[in-house]
């Protein structure tokens, strides 16, 4: 993704500065006592991510109506506009980096240079896999965390316990830290079991997140572009992970094997 001035998914070319990548797993031994005791609800979360991706709409160049891209998304994901509980709303960047992201709001960002190198089914899990992050509370938590980022929350301005509003420089800020957010390994494994789940349900072959998975795992060899890197950051063990779902598709006689598993050399959106 253009590297946002000062700002997820699945993974640039303003130059900005860089936010400090946020482990959740370990937030909570990191952050002030002040930021500790401030109350943030699930409405909290659902506004920020709004300011967030309102911020990231606008400093990125999105996908119009009629774009090959958007017809793409919205012929494989349009009727999953109400999923699981969850009202969601589409865009794809246009954009290098390959990721995507799911917010608190509903909103689904995808970035188009993923949907070059995924096929249909390994964008399905992909995408499945984000929402689980929703579902899972996880990405309230990566919310929580870049807010207090962008707020330089501290003792002496938690005094209240709520959530303030932030200026634009600071939504900004929030907008990249959420970004560059990772998830603990337990909350990665939830959201690759919901993915594996909602792929079965609707019955889309599972196979998808497996192929998805091994495609990063190509992709990191040896790769040092910037556009592969926030994908193998917040989604590691590529590798372990497509065994993983290998291991239960073959349990649930859903396996199917893809044969070789390789990165296209054209484009898959046309």
Known sequence: ??????????????????????????AAGVVSKGA???????EDAI???KESVDWMDKNNPVAGPKDPYTVRLNKLFGKHKSQDGLALNYKVYKVKDINAFACADGSVRVFSSL??????????????????????????????AAYMKAAALDAASTASGTVAALNDSQV??????????SHSKKQESEADTYSYDFMKANNYNVVGAY?????????????????????FNSHPDSEKRAQAIKKRAEKDGL??????????????TK
Do not use: R, Y
């Open 255 to 268: 396996w199917k094997d893809p044969g070789t598993i390789s990165i296209p050399k054209t484009k898959l």
């Open 115 to 144: 949907m070059d190198i995924m096929t249909d089914d390994e964008i399905l899990a992909v995408i499945g896999h984000e929402i689980g992050h929703v579902k899972n509370q996880d990405t309230k938590d990566a919310m929580k």
């Open 172 to 181: 900004g800020k929030m907008a990249n830290a959420f970004l560059d957010a």
């Open 47 to 49: 506004k920020l991510s």
């Open 1 to 26: 993704m253009k590297k946002m001035t000062i700002c997820l998914l699945f993974l640039g070319t303003l130059n900005a500065v860089s936010a400090q990548k946020i482990n959740l797993g370990k």
């Open 211 to 231: 192929s998805a998975f091994k495609k990063l795992a190509l992709l990191s060899e040896g790769s040092t572009q910037t556009g592969f890197e926030k994908m």
């Open 36 to 42: 500790k005791a401030l109350t943030f609800t699930n």
